[in-house]
Protein backbone atom coordinates (compact mmCIF):
# COMPACT_ATOMS: atom_id res chain seq x y z
CA UNK A 1 0.00 0.00 0.00
CA UNK A 2 1.35 3.42 -0.96
CA UNK A 3 2.14 5.07 2.62
CA UNK A 4 -0.16 8.28 3.00
CA UNK A 5 2.70 10.20 3.71
CA UNK A 6 3.80 11.94 0.32
CA UNK A 7 7.55 11.09 0.32
CA UNK A 8 9.40 7.80 1.47
CA UNK A 9 9.59 7.92 5.34
CA UNK A 10 11.22 5.37 7.45
CA UNK A 11 8.72 3.69 9.58
CA UNK A 12 9.59 3.63 13.37
CA UNK A 13 7.69 2.93 15.90
CA UNK A 14 4.30 -0.08 16.21
CA UNK A 15 0.93 1.07 15.32
CA UNK A 16 -1.09 0.19 18.10
CA UNK A 17 -3.17 -1.85 15.41
CA UNK A 18 -1.33 -5.16 15.84
CA UNK A 19 -1.77 -5.16 19.69
CA UNK A 20 -5.49 -3.65 20.36
CA UNK A 21 -8.13 -5.63 20.78
CA UNK A 22 -10.67 -4.23 18.47
CA UNK A 23 -12.39 -1.32 19.71
CA UNK A 24 -15.54 -1.12 22.25
CA UNK A 25 -17.02 1.37 19.84
CA UNK A 26 -17.59 3.41 23.43
CA UNK A 27 -15.74 6.43 22.32
CA UNK A 28 -16.37 6.51 18.30
CA UNK A 29 -20.23 7.43 18.14
CA UNK A 30 -21.83 10.92 16.91
CA UNK A 31 -18.99 12.79 17.76
CA UNK A 32 -16.80 11.96 15.41
CA UNK A 33 -13.96 15.21 16.20
CA UNK A 34 -11.19 13.22 17.87
CA UNK A 35 -11.95 10.15 19.67
CA UNK A 36 -8.36 7.97 20.10
CA UNK A 37 -9.29 4.60 19.71
CA UNK A 38 -7.66 3.13 22.19
CA UNK A 39 -8.33 -1.05 21.93
CA UNK A 40 -6.36 -2.73 24.72
CA UNK A 41 -5.67 0.70 26.07
CA UNK A 42 -7.83 2.87 28.11
CA UNK A 43 -4.82 2.33 30.07
CA UNK A 44 -2.26 2.73 27.36
CA UNK A 45 -3.49 3.62 24.37
CA UNK A 46 -0.25 4.23 22.80
CA UNK A 47 2.15 1.22 22.40
CA UNK A 48 4.38 3.16 20.05
CA UNK A 49 6.11 3.80 23.33
CA UNK A 50 9.64 2.36 22.06
CA UNK A 51 10.18 5.33 19.64
CA UNK A 52 7.67 7.55 22.24
CA UNK A 53 9.28 7.59 25.84
CA UNK A 54 7.02 9.28 27.80
CA UNK A 55 7.78 12.27 29.21
CA UNK A 56 7.46 12.89 32.40
CA UNK A 57 9.89 15.49 33.54
CA UNK A 58 9.33 18.43 30.72
CA UNK A 59 12.16 20.88 29.68
CA UNK A 60 8.82 23.60 30.00
CA UNK A 61 8.63 22.83 34.11
CA UNK A 62 8.55 25.80 35.86
CA UNK A 63 8.06 28.30 32.78
CA UNK A 64 4.06 27.91 32.05
CA UNK A 65 1.99 30.57 32.35
CA UNK A 66 -1.39 29.57 33.38
CA UNK A 67 -3.74 31.49 31.14
CA UNK A 68 -6.46 30.94 33.68
CA UNK A 69 -4.98 33.09 36.01
CA UNK A 70 -5.50 35.95 33.19
CA UNK A 71 -8.95 35.02 32.63
CA UNK A 72 -11.28 37.04 35.00
CA UNK A 73 -13.13 35.85 37.92
CA UNK A 74 -16.21 35.68 37.32
CA UNK A 75 -18.75 32.67 37.72
CA UNK A 76 -17.80 31.33 34.11
CA UNK A 77 -14.68 31.34 33.96
CA UNK A 78 -13.93 29.93 37.23
CA UNK A 79 -16.08 27.49 36.80
CA UNK A 80 -18.69 25.84 39.77
CA UNK A 81 -19.96 22.57 40.17
CA UNK A 82 -20.09 20.65 36.72
CA UNK A 83 -17.11 22.55 35.38
CA UNK A 84 -15.54 23.34 38.89
CA UNK A 85 -11.44 22.50 40.02
CA UNK A 86 -13.06 18.72 41.48
CA UNK A 87 -14.53 18.16 38.14
CA UNK A 88 -11.20 19.16 36.12
CA UNK A 89 -8.72 17.24 38.69
CA UNK A 90 -11.11 14.16 37.95
CA UNK A 91 -10.48 14.39 34.15
CA UNK A 92 -6.64 15.25 34.93
CA UNK A 93 -6.79 12.49 37.18
CA UNK A 94 -8.23 10.02 33.90
CA UNK A 95 -6.07 11.12 31.49
CA UNK A 96 -2.73 9.95 33.74
CA UNK A 97 -4.93 7.23 34.25
CA UNK A 98 -4.25 6.39 29.92
CA UNK A 99 -0.69 6.90 29.90
CA UNK A 100 -0.12 11.07 29.92
CA UNK A 101 2.39 11.92 31.69
CA UNK A 102 3.95 15.09 31.15
CA UNK A 103 2.91 17.29 33.95
CA UNK A 104 2.87 20.51 31.59
CA UNK A 105 0.02 19.63 29.63
CA UNK A 106 -1.83 17.88 32.82
CA UNK A 107 -1.25 21.55 34.05
CA UNK A 108 -2.99 23.01 30.47
CA UNK A 109 -5.86 20.45 30.64
CA UNK A 110 -6.25 21.45 34.18
CA UNK A 111 -5.97 25.01 33.90
CA UNK A 112 -8.24 25.96 30.12
CA UNK A 113 -11.67 26.62 30.68
CA UNK A 114 -13.25 23.88 28.22
CA UNK A 115 -16.34 24.95 29.15
CA UNK A 116 -16.04 28.79 27.76
CA UNK A 117 -15.38 26.90 23.85
CA UNK A 118 -18.45 24.33 24.09
CA UNK A 119 -22.01 26.08 23.76
CA UNK A 120 -23.45 27.05 27.58
CA UNK A 121 -25.86 23.85 26.93
CA UNK A 122 -22.65 21.76 26.67
CA UNK A 123 -20.89 23.09 29.08
CA UNK A 124 -21.62 20.59 32.04
CA UNK A 125 -20.60 18.26 30.23
CA UNK A 126 -17.22 20.15 28.96
CA UNK A 127 -15.15 18.27 31.16
CA UNK A 128 -15.99 14.70 30.17
CA UNK A 129 -13.17 12.96 28.03
CA UNK A 130 -15.30 13.18 25.19
CA UNK A 131 -15.56 15.37 21.92
CA UNK A 132 -18.41 17.36 21.38
CA UNK A 133 -20.78 19.69 18.92
CA UNK A 134 -19.65 23.20 18.63
CA UNK A 135 -21.59 23.83 15.23
CA UNK A 136 -21.55 23.50 11.90
CA UNK A 137 -20.55 19.94 11.61
CA UNK A 138 -17.53 20.40 13.67
CA UNK A 139 -16.70 19.12 17.08
CA UNK A 140 -14.03 20.09 19.96
CA UNK A 141 -11.52 18.00 20.29
CA UNK A 142 -11.42 14.99 22.90
CA UNK A 143 -9.10 16.18 25.61
CA UNK A 144 -7.13 13.11 26.07
CA UNK A 145 -6.18 13.63 22.01
CA UNK A 146 -5.38 16.88 22.79
CA UNK A 147 -3.24 16.06 25.07
CA UNK A 148 -1.60 13.46 23.45
CA UNK A 149 -1.01 15.09 20.29
CA UNK A 150 0.67 18.10 22.86
CA UNK A 151 2.56 15.60 24.80
CA UNK A 152 4.23 14.55 21.00
CA UNK A 153 4.47 17.59 20.11
CA UNK A 154 6.28 19.38 22.35
CA UNK A 155 8.00 15.76 24.08
CA UNK A 156 11.91 16.07 24.37
CA UNK A 157 11.81 20.08 23.75
CA UNK A 158 8.85 22.15 23.00
CA UNK A 159 8.95 23.76 19.28
CA UNK A 160 8.89 27.28 18.93
CA UNK A 161 6.70 28.06 16.17
CA UNK A 162 4.05 25.83 15.57
CA UNK A 163 1.61 25.46 12.55
CA UNK A 164 -2.22 24.42 13.39
CA UNK A 165 -3.95 23.13 10.99
CA UNK A 166 -8.13 23.11 11.78
CA UNK A 167 -8.50 25.93 14.64
CA UNK A 168 -11.81 24.42 15.45
CA UNK A 169 -13.70 26.70 18.97
CA UNK A 170 -9.87 26.86 20.06
CA UNK A 171 -10.02 24.58 22.62
CA UNK A 172 -6.44 22.30 21.37
CA UNK A 173 -4.87 26.25 20.39
CA UNK A 174 -5.71 27.24 24.27
CA UNK A 175 -3.84 24.00 25.49
CA UNK A 176 -0.97 24.90 23.32
CA UNK A 177 -0.09 28.26 23.09
CA UNK A 178 1.55 28.65 26.60
CA UNK A 179 3.69 25.99 25.62
CA UNK A 180 5.54 27.34 22.50
CA UNK A 181 6.52 31.00 21.00
CA UNK A 182 3.84 30.94 18.61
CA UNK A 183 1.21 29.42 17.00
CA UNK A 184 -0.32 30.24 13.76
CA UNK A 185 -3.75 28.50 13.41
CA UNK A 186 -5.79 28.33 10.19
CA UNK A 187 -9.56 27.18 9.92
CA UNK A 188 -12.02 26.86 6.91
CA UNK A 189 -15.00 28.14 8.63
CA UNK A 190 -14.53 31.64 9.36
CA UNK A 191 -17.76 31.66 11.91
CA UNK A 192 -15.49 29.17 13.84
CA UNK A 193 -12.48 31.09 13.69
CA UNK A 194 -14.25 34.44 14.57
CA UNK A 195 -15.53 32.52 17.65
CA UNK A 196 -12.05 31.44 18.72
CA UNK A 197 -10.49 34.66 18.37
CA UNK A 198 -13.30 36.21 20.70
CA UNK A 199 -11.89 33.19 23.48
CA UNK A 200 -8.34 33.79 23.27
CA UNK A 201 -8.88 37.37 23.01
CA UNK A 202 -11.26 36.69 26.65
CA UNK A 203 -8.32 34.54 28.35
CA UNK A 204 -5.95 36.74 27.23
CA UNK A 205 -3.77 34.60 24.58
CA UNK A 206 -1.55 36.67 22.67
CA UNK A 207 0.50 34.61 20.73
CA UNK A 208 -1.97 33.06 18.60
CA UNK A 209 -2.49 34.27 14.98
CA UNK A 210 -5.47 33.46 13.17
CA UNK A 211 -6.16 33.04 9.46
CA UNK A 212 -9.13 32.08 7.45
CA UNK A 213 -7.53 29.69 5.10
CA UNK A 214 -7.44 25.93 3.70
CA UNK A 215 -4.77 23.89 5.52
CA UNK A 216 -4.01 21.93 2.60
CA UNK A 217 -1.65 25.00 1.52
CA UNK A 218 0.10 25.64 4.94
CA UNK A 219 0.63 29.10 5.93
CA UNK A 220 3.96 29.66 3.86
CA UNK A 221 4.70 33.33 4.93
CA UNK A 222 5.56 32.02 8.53
CA UNK A 223 7.38 29.26 7.00
CA UNK A 224 9.62 26.87 8.10
CA UNK A 225 7.31 25.87 11.68
CA UNK A 226 9.12 23.45 14.47
CA UNK A 227 6.02 21.71 14.56
CA UNK A 228 3.22 21.32 12.76
CA UNK A 229 -0.78 19.83 14.26
CA UNK A 230 -2.88 18.77 12.19
CA UNK A 231 -6.81 18.74 13.76
CA UNK A 232 -8.71 17.50 11.04
CA UNK A 233 -7.39 13.86 8.61
CA UNK A 234 -6.33 14.23 5.09
CA UNK A 235 -6.41 10.81 3.21
CA UNK A 236 -2.64 11.82 2.71
CA UNK A 237 -0.42 14.52 3.96
CA UNK A 238 -0.55 17.02 1.65
CA UNK A 239 3.24 17.58 0.76
CA UNK A 240 3.56 20.79 0.66
CA UNK A 241 3.40 20.96 4.33
CA UNK A 242 7.20 18.54 4.61
CA UNK A 243 8.51 21.58 2.67
CA UNK A 244 6.86 23.88 5.95
CA UNK A 245 8.55 21.52 8.71
CA UNK A 246 12.05 22.65 9.83
CA UNK A 247 14.56 20.31 9.77
CA UNK A 248 14.10 18.53 13.14
CA UNK A 249 10.73 19.70 13.34
CA UNK A 250 7.76 17.31 13.97
CA UNK A 251 4.15 17.09 12.55
CA UNK A 252 1.34 15.43 14.68
CA UNK A 253 -1.56 14.62 11.94
CA UNK A 254 -4.34 11.56 11.47
CA UNK A 255 -4.06 10.31 8.33
CA UNK A 256 -6.59 8.17 6.38
CA UNK A 257 -9.78 7.48 5.45
CA UNK A 258 -12.80 7.54 8.01
CA UNK A 259 -12.72 4.17 10.61
CA UNK A 260 -8.83 3.93 9.87
CA UNK A 261 -7.48 6.65 10.54
CA UNK A 262 -3.84 6.23 12.40
CA UNK A 263 -1.98 9.64 14.68
CA UNK A 264 0.99 9.44 13.67
CA UNK A 265 4.02 11.82 14.69
CA UNK A 266 6.58 12.61 11.41
CA UNK A 267 10.09 13.56 12.08
CA UNK A 268 11.71 15.60 10.12
CA UNK A 269 15.66 14.50 10.57
CA UNK A 270 18.28 17.58 10.70
CA UNK A 271 19.92 17.61 7.14
CA UNK A 272 22.38 15.19 6.43
CA UNK A 273 21.07 12.74 9.09
CA UNK A 274 19.36 9.45 6.76
CA UNK A 275 16.51 9.64 5.77
CA UNK A 276 14.30 12.50 5.65
CA UNK A 277 11.38 11.84 7.31
CA UNK A 278 10.68 9.43 10.12
CA UNK A 279 7.09 8.37 10.89
CA UNK A 280 6.11 6.63 14.20
CA UNK A 281 2.43 5.95 14.87
CA UNK A 282 0.58 6.92 17.64
CA UNK A 283 -2.69 5.29 17.63
CA UNK A 284 -5.95 4.81 16.16
CA UNK A 285 -8.21 8.12 15.65
CA UNK A 286 -11.27 9.28 14.36
CA UNK A 287 -11.47 13.18 13.20
CA UNK A 288 -13.45 15.31 10.77
CA UNK A 289 -11.50 15.03 7.53
CA UNK A 290 -9.72 17.80 5.78
CA UNK A 291 -11.60 19.47 3.23
CA UNK A 292 -10.72 21.28 0.39
CA UNK A 293 -11.31 24.92 0.03
CA UNK A 294 -13.36 27.36 2.28
CA UNK A 295 -16.27 26.58 4.28
N1 LIG B 1 -8.94 20.99 17.72
C1 LIG B 1 -10.16 21.71 17.46
C2 LIG B 1 -11.17 20.88 16.74
C3 LIG B 1 -10.89 20.83 15.34
S1 LIG B 1 -12.16 20.05 14.42
C4 LIG B 1 -10.77 22.12 18.76
O1 LIG B 1 -10.21 21.85 19.81
O2 LIG B 1 -11.84 22.70 18.71
C5 LIG B 1 -11.35 20.21 12.87
C6 LIG B 1 -11.39 21.58 12.29
O3 LIG B 1 -10.65 21.54 11.08
C7 LIG B 1 -12.79 22.03 11.91
O4 LIG B 1 -13.07 23.25 12.53
C8 LIG B 1 -12.73 22.16 10.40
O5 LIG B 1 -13.52 23.22 9.89
C9 LIG B 1 -11.26 22.41 10.16
N2 LIG B 1 -10.79 22.09 8.82
C10 LIG B 1 -11.13 21.05 8.02
N3 LIG B 1 -10.47 21.13 6.85
C11 LIG B 1 -9.69 22.25 6.90
C12 LIG B 1 -8.78 22.87 6.00
N4 LIG B 1 -8.52 22.39 4.79
N5 LIG B 1 -8.15 24.00 6.40
C13 LIG B 1 -8.39 24.54 7.63
N6 LIG B 1 -9.23 23.99 8.52
C14 LIG B 1 -9.88 22.87 8.17
Redesign the pocket.
Known sequence: MKPPYGRRPTQSGTTTQGTATPSSGANRGTNR??TLQTGTARTSPVTAGAALKRNGSSPLAGSRTSIVTNAGTNGRHSGIGMTSARTRERLVQRLRDQGIANPVVLDQIRNVPRHL?VDEALATRAYEDTALP?G?G????QPYV?ARMTEALIEGSAPRKVLE?????????AVLAPLVKFVYS????SA?LERARVRFKELNIRNVHLRH????QGWTAHAPYDGILM??APLAIPEVLFTQLAPGGRLIAPVGPEGRQQLVRITRRAEGRGEELQVETLGLVS???????L?
Open positions: GTFILQTISVIGTGCGYQTIERILGDGFAAFVPLLKGG
